[in-house]
């Protein structure tokens, strides 16, 4: 609950929001008098050089417990241009002894939800001590803010009130088309909507012209036959509004009294009664156009529209003077970071490591889903090339981190298969009996298990490495092998010796064994070397016979 100065209001404080509270919360016992919260809950402050805003955390906390959707109504306007004693009246609100009170929350019902409407008073324009940059500021977070703004203008709307809109159109250019429902596809819901716009003049006599005609009068082009750059602008601010002429209505409103120094004494009784009908008919107005402040596709209860305008206010205050361009950033980061979830749930969805195409494949397809997304949601129709330079820029970060990844699961997979091929042909290498068979068995299930396990960035690495160490591998179980292998037949050849003279005593058996030893040793002996031996076709009959024996699929005397 809030209750305002009747014009004896502080204009130290930027924004003051109307809610609901207890009459405890206002008590002064000292005096037996209710007192005036207004002064000591703003949400917004100037800061100290009177050139930037700042929260005030005591207003943001009232605003906090509302668990409604929100709506804002936001007046703007010259400085005391009587804004203040407007929001009263809206607000039907009585003044007593220089003390307005609301002694309940302002809820209305719109389109079958429940919505709580917090009025907006602003700090006026072009007062004393003010910089030029705060009060755009101002203007900047009341358009953004607002769901009706309603900008109060004196007797008629001259080129200085058209020019403060400049920032309101920058907006519209940018976010209007999101919320034009012609550009809306089935089912989407609208991401965000400007504010709409109420022209409001005070004004007693429009000479036979409706308020609408003389808005639509002031909104034409003037004529700029020398050049003036003002001129210019301000006629290009002209034409935006005209373009955007469905999200804005215009109204008059007569003076409520010539004695406007005793407004604040005087009932609906006292006042004119042109003035009291015409308000009316603005309460009827703003009413039928109020809608909950939708922001990324959803309306914002208490402690959402804070963080919003906590956002909203480090974007304005960010460099000399505020910009569209930082608004835009503020309102695409939400949706940046659901694109760039698009694009990081579709490359997660891969088992690394992977072939480098696959993963080159994947992350084209899910960049052209995350930027198509954005496409569809994303604000700003000229600002918006920084988010989508932020955007290409994150997905790059993505995909290295993901590429560096992959290289280093491959590297990985490939070094732990590369390690059990290499234990593997060291347990080859020393075969109690041996068998070349064997060693061609466990040599190609090793090279076909490492083709079709090592995959990625290091398989190119690691193939060259597994034939380097496969062929040297086979070199020296061939050569070892010719050399057990002849130890194995000398050996075997006196066994046969003894068998066949001691044990069997069987003399064949006995004599084919010393040809055996005698032709092992002498043909060694004629030729220098066993390795001659080697290439003998007799010798290549003694193999075959020695590997039918000693392994086969189905028998393996070694095991």
Known sequence: MWRRVCCQLSHSVYARAVFA??????????NGMLRCPVREFPIVEPDYGHTKLRLSEQGLEAIRRIENPIAIVGVIGPYRSGKSFLLNQLLSLSCDKGIWIWGKPVEMDVDGTKVSVLYLDTEGFESVGKSN???????ALATVLSSVLIYNLPETVREADISRLSFAV?????????????ELHQGEEIAFEPAKLLWLIQRDFLQGKSVQQMVNEALQRVPNDNGNKYIDEVNQIRDSLAVMGNNSTAFSLPQPH?????????????????YVTRREQLKQVVGSIIKPKFVQGKTLNGKEFVSFLQQILEALNKGEIPSTGSLVEIFNKAILERC??????????LRLPVPVEKLQQIHEVANGEAKLLFDKQHFGKHHAVQSILKLEDEITKVYKNFLL?????????CEARFSECEDQMDHLQVLKLPSMAKFNAGFFYCNRT??????GPAKERY???????????????????????????????LVMVVLGRFVIKFFLLEIAAWVMFIFLETYTRMFWSAESLYYNPAWHIIVSSWETIVYSPLLDLDR
């Open 21 to 30: 509270g207890t009459v405890n919360d206002f008590a002064d016992t000292r």
């Open 133 to 139: 940059v705060y009060d755009d500021r101002i203007f």
């Open 170 to 182: 920058e907006i519209a250019e940018e976010f209007y088309g999101r919320a034009s429902c012609s």
């Open 258 to 274: 010539l004695q406007r120094t005793k407004l604040c004494d005087m009932d609906d009784k006292e006042l004119e009664p042109l």
């Open 340 to 349: 760039l979830k698009v694009y990081k749930e579709k490359l997660e969805g």
């Open 405 to 413: 990844a992959n290289e280093y699961q491959s590297s990985k997979l």
């Open 450 to 455: 490492f083709v079709m396990e090592c995959v």
């Open 463 to 493: 193939d060259h490495r597994m034939s380097k160490m496969l062929l040297k591998s086979r070199a020296l179980f061939i050569k070892e092998y010719n050399n057990k292998l002849f130890n194995w037949l000398v050996t075997f050849a």
